[in-house]
């Protein structure tokens, strides 16, 4: 059974609601997700996410070890520069994502929550002579993010990630609530996920399934590296890749507006030509209220819906915008 990161101090703040599923542990909100929402996408605040897995490798062949399990480049991976990469099932199906950089001397990478002992356990079975040392570093180190244009500084020795939507602070955990203290107010998961969705970006478990492969959800390139072989799964990349049609793709859907509740994870996306009764040609993966969009999500279709139909995500009317290309 997978052993649950800490507890949020945070989740003892004023007005703070605990987060619910994969999410729990940490806040879902402070009080009012929309102005955190909007603090976030102006670059204030900063966001708990210390409910990620912390998994740490060191050694002389950590990179040149790595390279040859994940889908990146990352045997020549420059300090300091962030990287996602992905493990692939033997007939391409993600399995595990990692968000991760490196400082010099040790690999940093976090993960999802729930994943990080089937993670452990893959790696560890993989060392063989490598001059490796896998470590889970989740009781020490919480995730702490920093949207993009915030002025918040990382304590000096703080290992930063820094991608293109933020920073992400590996912060040992003793020092979690002085430093929200010092630079919030936090905001809680409820808006970072909306402006996830918002940015089109897939999750682990919301956006995939059994059997998703990371043409679907548009990861070719980001996440995976065409100019790398060598790495379980690498066939699938490549047939699908050369021959350009994955089974299903990631669509972003404006909702309307006007229903109460938004679609579950896993509601039924059908053409709204042919009714709430008709085929299902997909299904919801992530439903948001956006503090300027309304109700928005990310759904998986069938390759072959066309574009431009208007759509039925469990029962609410829903227009589409391409993500992935058919």
């Given at each position: ?165 933020g920073r992400d602070l590996f912060l040992p955990r003793g020092e979690l609530a002085a430093y929200a203290e010092e630079n919030g107010p936090p905001a809680g998961v409820l808006a970072y996920e ?120 469990g029962g609410t009317a829903a227009a589409q915008e391409t993500v992935v290309e058919p």
């Amino acid at each position: 059974m997978q052993r649950p990161s800490p507890t949020s101090p945070l989740l003892s703040l004023p007005g703070a609601v605990p987060a619910e599923g994969q999410d729990e542990g940490v806040a879902a909100h402070y009080g009012d997700p929309f102005r955190e929402q909007r603090a976030l996408a102006a670059g204030s605040g900063l966001v708990d996410l210390s409910h990620r897995g912390v998994i740490a490798v060191t050694g002389d062949d950590r990179l040149s070890w790595l390279h040859l399990l994940l889908t990146q480049h990352v045997s020549e991976l420059p300090p300091g520069q962030a990287a996602d990469a992905l493990i692939l099932s033997a007939n391409g199906h993600i399995e595990h994502a990692l968000h991760l950089v490196d400082d010099g001397h040790t690999v940093w990478a976090h993960v999802e929550p729930g994943t990080r002992e089937p993670l452990l356990a893959y790696l560890e079975s993989m060392k063989f002579f490598y001059r490796v040392e896998i470590a889970d570093r989740t009781d020490e180190f919480a995730v702490v993010h920093l949207p993009a244009g915030s002025l918040a500084k990382a304590p000096d020795g703080v290992v930063v990630r820094e991608a293109a939507h933020g920073r992400d602070l590996f912060l040992p955990r003793g020092e979690l609530a002085a430093y929200a203290e010092e630079n919030g107010p936090p905001a809680g998961v409820l808006a970072y996920e909306a402006l996830r969705v918002e940015a089109h970006r897939p999750r682990l478990g919301f956006e995939t399934d059994h059997r998703t492969i990371p043409h679907e959800i548009g990861l070719i390139g980001s996440a995976v590296h065409l100019q790398k072989g060598c790495y379980r799964g690498q066939e699938t990349v490549a047939r699908v890749h050369n021959l350009g049609k994955p089974p299903r793709r990631l669509v972003f859907l404006h909702l309307d507006g006007s229903e109460v509740l938004l679609p579950a994870h896993g509601a039924p996306v059908r053409l709204a030509s042919d009714g709430p009764d008709g085929r299902q040609l997909g299904f919801v993966t992530t439903a948001v209220r956006h503090h300027e969009l309304g109700p928005i999500a990310l759904a998986l279709v069938k390759r072959n819906v066309p574009v431009d139909a208007p759509l039925l995500a469990g029962g609410t009317a829903a227009a589409q915008e391409t993500v992935v290309e058919p």
